[in-house]
């Protein structure tokens, strides 16, 4: 070990796991973003809390970065290291910790995946609802991180709801338990939700006591195509006020194209603009309610065409047309918008933006999808062959400038659920005043005064 920090650090820990292979570097030092070039310093993978606190005292004493790490799926650069940061990954903190039935909470290590929440979950008859594509690869103290959204929150709302209790190591090593699983504990600040959606600049989440629910009722899944933007709107409103939704997710046809190439199979013939990917509880009334709301969008000229799902292999060949579009858009490496609006403002901006965005990208293949009945949209930019990526970013970078004061007339917000990392920082001004964004600064430096942890994320 040729670093005399490294050195101190496994002189002072004999049996801490450190990395420091050039390719371990290069796997724990990116995210799915792969716009950085990884280059931290080493990769520290602590067994217990202990290990782990002594780790982020060793970093204070050497001055030294940390990038707390958890799956590395996310799609903003908040868990990239490119500048010397040790790693400080959670993938060995990934067991259940315990299960109480009568709080109906689960007490996990922030390393666990959320996948492997839900199965923790499922084995007590009961469920935990935060759920996305990325659930096999990304961690729990991942997605507390991040506050992480996803295709059930129209139902369930995001991470930050599910959160009863953290434990986290602040940015001097102290050890702290937030809220200890209370649901009612009116005693001042609540710092177990100042953490959650924090990006790692206030503490490493190490534990997490998570709210479980009753499992979700029985459902149905369906597929619609619709003729255009407005009819979108138009529908999630006619099913909303009909029907209870579980999900409520929209793709334009350029998605369904990269999807399809990717291996997914047609539900529906020809050629249309929009597609929705619903699920609702399904009951033998609610099934006449569907049908009625289907009838009604199709007799307004909302609706061209729909299918629903005869079979749960049916179901899940009809999310795979939603849930397979990231997958199938990374080798392009597009370039993401993940925005929130209030959905009383979508329409207004869905028009300003459609035409901003067929003016700034005429030759570009822009994808569209998301949670659109959370008022959360996916703009994918794909960068055309003829062009080099430095100057695809600096167009996108041009035309997100021109989207975030569009965002910011009409209420919205630069990230909705993926954080702001380090592609979204120059924008956070468009949705947080700048007293704000002075308060969060103080808080950081409160929680972290020799600013190590995550440094360069969230903010410039
Ligand atoms: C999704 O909704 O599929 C995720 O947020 C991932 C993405 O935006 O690519
Ligand atoms: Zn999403």
């Not at 602590?46 to 958890?70: C, M, T």
């Not at 006020?241 to 013939?269: C, K, M, P, Y």
């Not at 933006?353 to 949670?371: C, K, N, S, T």
Request: proline share 4%; aromatic share 6%.
């Amino acid at each position: 070990m040729t670093d005399a920090r490294l050195a101190a650090l496994a002189a002072r820990l004999p049996n801490l796991r450190l990395l420091t292979d050039p390719a371990d570097l290069e796997h724990y030092g990116r995210d799915w973003t792969r716009r950085w070039t990884p280059a931290p310093l080493a990769i520290a993978l602590p067994a217990d809390v202990a290990e782990l606190q002594a780790v982020v005292r060793w970093a204070n004493e050497q001055q030294v970065a940390i990038v707390p790490s958890g799956g590395r799926t996310g799609l903003s650069g908040g868990a990239v290291a490119a500048n010397g940061e040790l790693v400080l990954s959670l993938e060995r903190m990934n067991r259940v910790l315990g299960f109480d039935g009568v709080d109906r909470t689960l007490t996990v290590q922030a390393g666990m995946t959320l996948h492997a929440v839900h199965e923790a979950a499922k084995e007590q008859g009961l469920l935990y609802p935060v759920d996305f594509a990325a659930r096999g690869s990304c961690s729990i103290g991942g997605n507390i991180a991040t506050n992480a959204g996803g295709i059930r929150v129209i139902r369930y709302g995001n991470t930050r709801e599910w959160i009863a209790g953290l434990t986290v190591v602040a940015g001097n090593g102290e050890l702290l338990q937030l809220n200890r699983g209370l649901i009612k504990n009116s005693s001042g600040y609540d710092l177990r939700q100042l953490l959650i959606g924090s990006e790692g600049t206030l503490g490493v989440v190490v534990e997490a006591t998570l709210r479980l629910t009753d499992p979700p009722p029985p459902s149905q899944v369906m597929l619609l195509a619709l003729p255009t933007m407005d009819a979108l709107m138009e529908v999630f409103a006619l099913f909303r006020s009909r029907l209870t939704l579980q999900a409520f997710e929209f793709f334009t046809d350029a998605a369904l194209r990269h999807v399809l190439a990717h291996g997914a199979q047609r539900a529906i013939d020809g050629e249309h603009p929009y597609y929705v990917v619903t699920e609702f509880d399904s009951s033998e009334s609610a099934q006449d309610a569907a049908l009625a709301a289907f009838e009604s969008g199709v007799d307004h000229g909302w609706i061209s065409d729909g299918v629903i799902a005869q079979s749960d292999a049916q179901a899940a060949a009809l999310w795979r047309l939603r849930e397979g579009i990231t997958e199938s858009l990374a080798p392009h490496r597009p370039y993401k918008n993940d925005i929130s609006l209030r959905i009383s403002a979508l329409p207004a901006f869905l028009r300003e933006i459609q035409a901003l965005l067929g003016r700034e990208y005429p030759h570009f293949d822009v994808v569209w999808f998301g949670h659109i009945g959370d008022g959360n949209l996916h703009i994918n930019v794909l960068r055309p062959d003829d062009l080099s990526d430095s100057d695809f970013i600096a167009q996108c970078e041009h035309v997100t400038k021109l989207l975030a004061e569009t965002l910011q007339r009409h209420g919205g917000s630069i990230s909705a659920e993926h954080g702001i990392g380090l592609v979204k920082r120059a924008y956070l001004g468009s949705t947080r005043s700048e007293a704000e964004i002075a308060l969060m600064r103080g808080v950081r430096q409160v929680f972290d005064p020799n600013g190590l942890l995550n440094p360069g994320k969230l903010f410039v």
